[in-house]
């Protein structure tokens, strides 16, 4: 079992251009998000979804968006990159089955993801 | 979430145990702490979490006050791969697969 998987490693990329981060889970967690680490920050929600079909904003969800067509997929999609979205990037997944507990998240291994 | 403040580093020998606090003082009576660690360039690991008692599993224990206040998370025997920031976390748990808010944390270096 792989858990969660992240592609690109690591990626540069020219401001302006589209860049899609892949994201792949096996273990049929009906939820999944996508975080942003700077350093200093810590990590930031984006985007998540509780369940395929449905998705929702986190805490910095511009420039960015996300779909869920399926369990096991979550991809982030940068329209038009900009240099402030330099960053790494960490998709997770969780499942629970009592709704009232927030469950534990699984982290993938990230993508590093630099702008120019 | 509820806030929380955690001291921004710790230092601990190898072989002796950590113990990391937590400030959670606005802490409603469901909501869970969790605790989360990252080694350098890695993701998120899980470590534990707990409602009002005492938990342990095999990475760590967890010590909740009577309160709820305040927390402590205990590495018993630290080795040098225990080297990580660690984050305490006490996300909403009104709705479920709820977005986890991640702070500084705590960086602990454990010493040789």
């Known amino acids: 079992i792989a858990g969660i998987t992240q592609a690109p490693t690591s990626q540069i990329l020219a401001a302006g251009r589209r860049m899609t981060l892949r994201c792949t889970q096996d273990?049929?967690?009906?939820?999944m998000y996508w975080y942003r680490q700077d350093l200093g920050l810590g990590l930031r929600l984006i985007h998540y979804s509780n369940t395929a079909g449905t998705t929702g904003k986190g805490e910095v969800p511009d420039g960015y968006s996300v779909s869920r067509a399926n369990t096991d997929d979550f991809p982030l999609t940068l329209a038009s990159a900009v240099p402030s979205q330099t960053s790494v990037y960490f998709c997770?997944?969780?499942?629970?089955?009592?709704?009232?507990?927030?469950?534990?998240?699984?982290f993938g291994p990230g993508t590093r993801l630099t702008v120019l | 979430d509820a806030k929380t403040t955690q001291p921004p580093s710790m230092d601990c020998a190898e072989g002796r145990a950590a113990n990391l606090p937590c400030n959670h003082s606005t802490i409603s009576g469901n909501e869970y702490v969790y605790w989360y660690r990252q080694i350098h360039s890695q993701g998120p690991q899980y470590i534990i979490h707990g409602l009002k008692n005492n938990e342990t599993n095999e990475m760590a224990s967890l010590i909740i006050t009577e309160d709820r206040k305040s927390s402590t998370l205990i590495l018993p025997h630290a080795t040098l791969r225990d080297t990580a920031v660690y984050y305490c976390i006490v996300p909403l748990s009104n709705f479920g697969n709820e977005k986890l808010t991640f702070g500084t944390g705590t960086r602990l270096t454990i010493i040789p």
């Open positions: 997770a997944s969780s499942d629970s089955p009592d709704r009232a507990v927030a469950d534990t998240q699984y």
């Open positions: 273990m049929r967690h009906n939820a």
